[in-house]
């Protein structure tokens, strides 16, 4: 449980220095629970668009804590 809180607090932390559109599809996909459709309904942004962001921004969290 303590591991746990340790990696939810340093994604958080990772997610706070990602560009805010990035940040906030991530959010929306895995805190809101949203599909990434919704997200793109959401934000009038293109779905190929949001489905980019969303991956871009897990490999950067992947490469951080891989580090």
Not at 1 to 27: I, N
Not at 28 to 35: C, K, N, R
């Amino acid at each position: 449980e303590v591991e746990t809180a340790a990696l939810v607090s340093r994604v958080r932390g990772l997610l706070g220095t990602m560009p805010e559109k990035q940040r906030s599809a991530l959010e929306m996909a895995f805190f809101d629970g949203l599909t990434h459709m919704d997200i793109a309904a959401k934000t009038g942004e293109p779905l190929g668009t949001i489905k980019t962001r969303i991956r871009s921004g897990l490999t950067a969290i992947r490469q951080a804590l891989n580090a």
